[in-house]
Each structure stands twice: as C-alpha cells, then as structure tokens.
C-alpha cells in the first residue's frame, strides 16, 4: 500500500470479508454524526443521479456510458466484470424495500444471510436511507407527500428523521456483525448513491434532475478498527470502490477494465471527477416529438464543479415544464407558489446551457473536454420489461 494513499492507514493483511451499506439519497452535508464518528468520511462524487446508474458503477468501477445502464429495465452486460466475481460467497440485498428492481439491474447475483455468513465474504445491502416517501408518509407518493408539507424547514426535518431511521438499520447490521465476531476482519463501507434536493436553486426537490452539488456530492464513510475518526481530503468516486475492494481481496493480481482508482494507491486528492446526468421520460413519451429527456453531464473537483446542459435545445423548455407539473416528484416546491412561479424557477434551470457550482479547480474548457472522452463512450445492454409489481413499486416512489 502506499505510504500517501487515502487509506493507508487501513491494516489489510486483517481483513477478509467487504460489507456495504447503501443509503439511498443521503446528500454529503446530511450525513449523520452517528456514521462519521465510526470511520473516515470522504466526500463522493455520485456515479449518476439515480439508483441504477450509480449502484451499477459502484459494482463495476465504471463510468455510466461504460457499464450502460440507465434506467430500472437495463441489466449489466454479463460480460462486465463486477464486484460479485471477487469471491463465491456474495450477495445483494434490499434491507427495508421489497422490491426487486435492482437485484435485476445486477443480474440477480443472489442474496446473503448475514446472520450466520460463512467467510470470506463480499455483502453489499441498499437501505432506502432518505429517499421519499419519508417518514410519515409511506402509503403516497413524494408529490402528493410534498404537497402536505408546509415549508422547507419541514420538509428537512422529514428528511433528517427518515435518515435517522435509515441509520438505525445501519447500526443494528454492525451489531449483527459484531455478535459474531466480524468487525474485526471486515471492512464496512457506508455510502450514498445519489443526494437529495430539499427546496434549494427555486425550491427543485428529489434527484435525477436538475444537476446540481446536493445531488452529486454523497457520502463514503470506510469503517474498520485500523482506521480512525476523520474527513480525508481527497475527493473520490463511485467507480473508485469496485478497484479498491479487488487489490483488498486478491492483491490486485489481475487487470480489470475500469475507469476508477484503488484508494490505496496514490492519487491526486482533488482529481476532477464525473457524474452522469441522463434521466429519460416514462416509455410512453420516449423517442418522441414530446420526449423531455434531460441530459447534463457535470464534472466535480472538492468545492465545485460545472454541469454542461446536453439537452436538445427544443426539449428544455419541454423538460422543465414536465419537471415543474408533470414528474413524481414534482420540480419545485409549492408552499404557497403560484404555479407560473414554479415554472420560472425550472426555465431558469434549464434553459441555461451550463452552470457554475462553488470554485472548481479546473477551468471550464478542461471539463468540457473531460466530459466529451467520457460521455462519446458506451456499450450494449440489456433491456427487459418490467414487471406490473416493480411498475407499481416504482411509481410510489415518484418514478412514473
């Protein structure tokens, strides 16, 4: 390991087993003490702005035009290697959803029984941590959720809560762990797949559009006794895990094909990082006159970035009248708006072409070409139909 890698305090000769807790749509500056104080946090930057895109570059390290995946009907080419190859004894589970969408996405890698797992093992769980409906609210949908809540203060305190409950199940996996004598040979991760916007930029809530810094930036939190309590300095990436895990389990012995960095390598602590922004319609307005597709890749260093509006010129003002009335989650949050207020605030969001976020340190012209090598790549996938069930499970959680 080297001297100056982001973990290289991490004793790896100790650990056989890797355990990640996804919390879906748990934003970088909302994660709780609770999780930060058991390890050391680094600020991520989301593989895309939905749960397929960034949980298939979590298990693959690759960049989304990469792996191909977006949306809940894609599947992972069988032929992309992932993090279920490192050991036989692997497995995915949905620790507070029933629903079935993702394990889909993987290829259906199987489940894994913690309570009595044989080792070594690989076990990644996805908590739906602050995803809407929150707490409260579970039997509606977020837009008819966000309709009930008052303001923004409201609104977050909703959000926090669900959180906390999120982080309730965490610990008591970690405790499950630990009464069978676990932590110490495995390596916990925690993490988020996409954050979460709670009225900011005109009021937009939820994720997958627009792209903005509190959908990009989320937690990772690494977790072991050789570690202690701290925020590392170095910006990583979804598609920075799948390599780290593969040199901790067999040393790094064979090549993969990934676009992410081992963390316990040496790497530049503020390299700039992308995040895919593509969020399709529902089928029936796709590849359409209609079809509102939004398309805005970004690029993220440690205290901003810039997001580059792709989207077809004629489709915005489209996309931003879908976003404002007609999507699950709604694109701006009511209180007491008028409707053409909220309609502004998404044409302001996305007519513009690009935007600016904090002080990123790189120039724009540099990201722009970044963006364009990562986004001119792609790869065949595999799509199915969805089940009546998934459908419906989908749309109570605003994906309609």
Not at 269 to 294: H, I, Q, S
């Amino acid at each position: 390991m080297a001297r100056n890698s982001p973990l290289n305090r991490l004793n790896t000769d100790v650990i056989d087993n890797i355990y990640i807790f996804i919390a879906d749509s748990v934003r970088y500056d909302f994660v709780p003490d609770r999780v930060t104080e058991k390890g050391v946090l680094f600020k991520t930057a989301a593989a895309g702005l939905c749960t397929p895109q960034s949980v298939s570059s979590i298990v693959t390290g690759r960049h989304v035009p990469r792996h191909g995946v977006t949306w809940f009907n894609d599947s992972l080419d069988r032929s992309i290697s992932q993090l279920f190859d490192l050991t036989p004894n692997s497995g995915y589970n949905e620790v507070f959803w029933t629903r079935a969408a993702v394990q889909e996405i993987l290829n259906t890698p199987g489940e894994i029984e913690l309570d009595g797992v044989n080792e070594p093992f690989i076990a990644l769980e996805h908590d739906n941590g602050g995803h809407a409906p929150y707490v409260g609210f579970r039997d509606q949908s977020p837009s008819q959720m966000f309709s009930e809540i008052p303001d923004t203060d409201s609104l977050r305190e909703l959000y926090r809560d669900t959180v906390k409950g999120s982080t309730d199940r965490f610990e008591e996996r970690l405790a499950l762990l630990e009464s069978q004598g676990l932590l110490e040979n495995t390596l916990v991760i925690y993490l988020s797949d996409h954050g979460e916007l709670l009225g900011e930029h005109g009021g937009f809530l939820g994720h997958g559009l627009p792209s903005t810094p509190e959908v990009a930036y989320v937690p990772t939190v690494f977790i072991h006794d050789s570690l202690s309590s701290d925020r590392a300095d170095t910006l990583i990436q979804h598609v920075d895990l799948f390599p780290t895990i593969k040199e901790i389990v067999d040393g790094g012995n064979t090549a993969i094909d990934v676009d992410g960095r081992s963390l316990l390598g040496n790497i530049n602590e503020d390299a700039p990082a992308y995040t895919n922004g593509l969020m399709r319609a529902p089928f029936k307005y796709r590849d359409t006159a209609v079809d509102p597709c939004y398309n805005a890749p970004s690029i993220w260093t440690r205290d901003g970035g810039y997001v580059f509006n792709d989207t077809r010129k004629y489709v915005r003002p489209m996309t931003a009248t879908y976003d404002a009335f007609v999507s699950g989650y709604t694109g701006s949050f009511d209180g007491d708006r008028h409707r053409s207020v909220k309609l502004l605030h998404t044409f302001r969001q996305y007519l513009a072409s690009s935007q600016s976020y904090g002080d990123p340190s790189l120039p724009k012209t540099e990201a722009r070409e970044m963006v364009n090598r990562i986004s001119n790549r792609s790869v065949e996938v595999e799509q199915r139909s969805l089940d009546v069930e998934t459908k419906k499970q989908l749309e109570q959680l605003g994906y309609r």
